[in-house]
């Protein structure tokens, strides 16, 4: 059963920089890219960032475009996303995915979803 658990949410104002981090379980984490999206109120869910099963080359939203970075370590199971610089509008709750299909550079994405955590950005 596959299990992510997303952490390292909180309150930061702006300017200021987090860390999360998602924990996979119950699948071969190297097999598979993951993905961090983000959902804001009254908004819908979007794609942040993605990184191939080998880490490598990765994509980012637009609006997040050298300011965030994903990376994965394989051998923790982990999937982190660096953020910094951040915006009253980076505010929502952050989620990491699975790719549906092993040994693909991206989605197209799982259709559940984890708890999240929630990111608040405000002075």
């Known amino acids: 059963q596959v299990r992510l658990v997303e952490s390292g949410g909180g309150l930061v104002q702006p300017g200021g920089s987090l860390r999360l981090s998602c924990a996979a379980s119950?699948?071969?984490?190297?097999?598979?890219?993951m993905s961090w999206h983000r959902q804001a109120p009254g908004k819908e869910r979007e794609l942040v960032a993605a990184?191939?099963?080998?880490?490598?080359?990765?994509n980012y939203a637009d609006s997040v475009k050298g300011r965030f970075t994903i990376s994965r370590d394989n051998a923790k199971n982990t999937v982190y996303l660096e953020m910094n610089s951040l915006k009253p509008e980076d505010t929502a709750v952050y989620y990491c995915n699975r790719a549906k299909i092993p040994r693909t550079r991206a989605g197209p994405w799982l259709d559940s979803w984890g708890q999240g955590t929630q990111v608040t950005v405000s002075p």
């Open positions: 119950g699948f071969t984490f190297s097999m598979y890219a």
């Open positions: 990184i191939p099963s080998a880490g490598g080359s990765t």
